[in-house]
């Protein structure tokens, strides 16, 4: 019984002397309210920029994310891309329009697929000025594979297209530019090669497609069982196709690039891609660019760390008698160490706590006043307020360690 409450008794006086080494660095703390206000503010600029960081981080990389998700997850693209042999003779072999009804058929789980027929014409805007405008000959699957957006009218579909109409689907940028307003092009008429075609709808793409798109800034779509017969050949620039499962990407990607080598010259070389490399790219960008910005985060709390040192080395020059007066009414070595560190993890944590609570108030003001949410991590900010109180107790350890070893004598003789 009396190992026990020996033991019982330690852990008492232990909790005690912890309580009042805790009430003495707060009292510190209230009489030198100024000074350590500005020595935490460091902690609360390194905290939040730590914490924004993170937020901003990973807002940023689920917006480049969701967008290239967006342009389509399930989409393949294939074209032709020369000779393996730069030297050889050999005429140029074009992806055909069998090509694409021969994948069909052997790569299961294709929900759509379309033909991408490149032509060129000069137009001449109502100012006079000529521009190289980009015809595209496609079927109507072309809209929904592609996602566009439609801004008036409508797209032409396969009616129109097995009618061979003279239909045209124009970019807005055309528009405004050829006509002065998208509603206005609707029903107006074209001239493609001599032959007249009529505008019925206005597109948009429906998301950036981070360069990875055959549509430029003023392009006209037309059925491509009309645009075949300007070229004179079966030969088509690209296939789009999009899948039912957007898992089956990878797999039927190389399926495609297998059956269209197959119906090809063994010298001829084709492009078969899908988003994944872009999403893997992107991905791997946000991630080094959150981790920049992550490590200028950390010198500011070093910096920070600093700011402490110093002012607790202060701290201890100035109050040399007070240690000497503790250590001559009994206080240890352990007592006076932890007295100083208390006070500069007191600082730091409650800086890094200040810091948090902004940095996390930042992200709600802005969806207040903006609508825009920014994903908040609630464990950047734990780990942000944990990280400076290690830096408070990093650099608070020296000042902590010389005043615990200062001779009591030579303390109480200080003036």
Same mark, same amino acid.
């Given at each position: 019984?009396?190992?026990?409450?020996?033991?019982?008794?330690?852990?008492?006086?232990?909790?005690?002397?912890?309580?009042?080494?805790?009430?003495?660095?707060?009292?510190?703390?209230?009489?030198?309210?100024?000074?350590?206000?500005?020595?935490?503010?460091?902690?609360?600029?390194?905290?939040?920029?730590?914490?924004?960081?993170?937020?901003?981080?990973?807002?940023?990389?689920?917006?480049?994310?969701?967008?290239? @998700?967006?342009?389509?997850?399930?989409?393949?693209?294939? /074209?032709?891309?020369?000779?393996?042999?730069?030297?050889?003779?050999?005429?140029?072999?074009? *992806?055909?329009?069998?090509?694409?009804?021969?994948?069909? @058929?052997?790569?299961?789980?294709? @929900?759509?697929?379309?033909?991408?027929?490149?032509?060129?014409?000069?137009?001449? +805007?109502?100012?006079?000025?000529?521009?190289?405008?980009?015809?595209?000959?496609?079927?109507?699957?072309?809209?929904?594979?592609?996602?566009?957006?439609?801004?008036?009218?409508?797209?032409?579909? /396969?009616?129109?297209?097995?009618?061979?109409?003279?239909?045209?689907?124009?970019?807005?940028?055309?528009?405004?530019? @050829?006509?002065?307003?998208?509603?206005?092009?609707?029903?107006?008429?074209?001239?493609?090669?001599?032959?007249?075609?009529?505008?019925?709808?206005?597109?948009?793409?429906?998301?950036?497609?981070?360069?990875?798109?055959?549509?430029?800034?003023?392009?006209?779509?037309?059925?491509?069982?009309?645009?075949?017969? &300007?070229?004179?050949?079966?030969?088509?620039?690209?296939?789009?196709?999009?899948?039912?499962?957007?898992?089956?990407?990878?797999?039927?990607?190389?399926?495609?690039?297998?059956?269209?080598? +197959?119906?090809?010259?063994?010298?001829?070389?084709?492009?078969?891609?899908?988003?994944?490399?872009?999403?893997?790219?992107?991905?791997?960008?946000?991630?080094?660019?959150?981790?920049?910005?992550? *490590?200028?985060? *950390?010198?500011?709390?070093?910096?920070?760390?600093?700011?402490?040192?110093?002012?607790?080395?202060?701290?201890?020059?100035?109050?040399?008698?007070?240690?000497?007066?503790?250590?001559?009414?009994?206080?240890?070595?352990?007592?006076?160490?932890?007295?100083?560190?208390?006070?500069?993890?007191?600082?730091?944590?409650?800086?890094?706590?200040?810091?948090?609570?902004?940095?996390?108030?930042?992200?709600?003001?802005?969806?207040? &006043?903006?609508?825009?949410?920014?994903?908040?991590?609630?464990?950047?900010?734990?780990?942000?307020?944990?990280? +400076?109180?290690?830096?408070?107790?990093?650099?608070?350890?020296?000042?902590?360690?010389?005043?615990?070893?200062?001779?009591?004598?030579?303390?109480?003789?200080? /003036?």
């Amino acid at each position: 019984m009396s190992t026990s409450a020996s033991v019982e008794s330690g852990r008492s006086t232990k909790q005690i002397a912890l309580r009042e080494i805790l009430l003495l660095a707060v009292d510190s703390f209230r009489l030198n309210q100024i000074r350590f206000a500005l020595t935490a503010l460091g902690m609360v600029i390194g905290t939040a920029s730590l914490v924004l960081v993170v937020t901003i981080g990973l807002s940023g990389r689920q917006y480049v994310l969701t967008e290239i @998700q967006n342009i389509g997850t399930n989409l393949i693209w294939a /074209e032709y891309a020369g000779l393996s042999d730069a030297s050889s003779s050999s005429n140029r072999d074009y *992806l055909t329009v069998d090509d694409m009804r021969a994948v069909e @058929q052997q790569v299961p789980g294709i @929900q759509a697929a379309s033909p991408v027929l490149n032509l060129h014409q000069f137009f001449t +805007s109502g100012a006079g000025r000529e521009r190289d405008v980009l015809i595209l000959g496609v079927n109507p699957e072309y809209a929904s594979i592609r996602r566009l957006y439609l801004v008036a009218g409508r797209f032409f579909d /396969e009616q129109d297209s097995l009618s061979h109409s003279h239909a045209a689907v124009v970019t807005e940028k055309f528009a405004l530019a @050829q006509f002065g307003n998208p509603d206005e092009a609707i029903g107006r008429t074209l001239a493609i090669s001599g032959v007249p075609f009529t505008v019925i709808g206005v597109f948009r793409e429906r998301f950036d497609t981070f360069g990875q798109s055959e549509i430029v800034d003023e392009t006209v779509l037309i059925p491509y069982t009309v645009a075949r017969y &300007f070229t004179g050949t079966e030969a088509v620039n690209q296939i789009y196709f999009s899948m039912t499962d957007p898992g089956s990407v990878p797999w039927a990607t190389e399926a495609i690039r297998k059956v269209i080598k +197959s119906r090809h010259r063994s010298e001829s070389v084709y492009d078969v891609g899908n988003l994944a490399s872009v999403l893997s790219m992107a991905g791997k960008t946000a991630t080094a660019f959150s981790i920049l910005l992550l *490590l200028f985060s *950390l010198v500011t709390l070093l910096v920070s760390g600093v700011g402490i040192m110093n002012i607790m080395l202060a701290t201890v020059r100035s109050r040399i008698r007070e240690i000497g007066i503790r250590k001559a009414l009994g206080a240890t070595f352990r007592e006076i160490q932890l007295q100083f560190l208390a006070e500069a993890v007191l600082i730091s944590l409650s800086g890094g706590i200040a810091g948090a609570i902004l940095a996390m108030a930042l992200p709600l003001l802005v969806a207040f &006043f903006t609508g825009y949410h920014l994903e908040v991590s609630w464990l950047s900010a734990i780990l942000a307020i944990l990280v +400076s109180c290690g830096v408070g107790a990093a650099f608070g350890t020296f000042p902590a360690v010389r005043a615990a070893r200062m001779d009591p004598v030579e303390s109480l003789k200080y /003036e």
